[in-house]
């Protein structure tokens, strides 16, 4: 998963054709580390999207325009527009993940 390094190279990723996906993390959060164990087997069963990362304390701007109060937080971006948001409390199992996909 490539990591997101500057404000413009998100506002470029988001305005994709294709269903982006934008997993907000920190450094320092055990459950983004968690969901690291997971994440893999689910991006390989969801290839029809495009999966990023972006760390929060480096990018704060763009976690308090999108409301990324939790982390991790899986963020669905299509044409440039939010289109679905897993919050952090509903993003600790894969089971939880991969429900929310289904409905993209």
């Not at 506002?11 to 997993?23: D, G, H, L």
């Not at 920190?26 to 495009?50: Q, S, V």
């Not at 760390?55 to 971006?77: H, Q, R, T």
């Not at 939010?82 to 939880?96: D, Y």
Request: net charge negative; hydrophobic share 35%.
């Amino acid at each position: 998963m490539k990591e997101i390094q500057t404000l413009e190279e998100f506002n470029e990723i988001i305005q994709s054709e294709k269903t982006v996906i934008v997993k907000f993390f920190t450094t320092w959060c055990p459950d983004c580390t968690r969901m690291d164990l997971f994440i893999g087997d689910i991006m390989e069963a969801n290839t029809n999207k495009t999966w990023y990362s972006l760390n929060k304390d480096e990018l704060p701007s763009i976690a308090e325009k999108y409301d990324v109060m939790g982390i991790p937080s899986l963020l669905l971006f299509k044409k440039g527009e939010k289109i679905g948001h897993l919050h952090s409390a509903n993003a600790k199992t894969p089971e939880q993940v991969e429900e929310f996909l289904q409905t993209y």
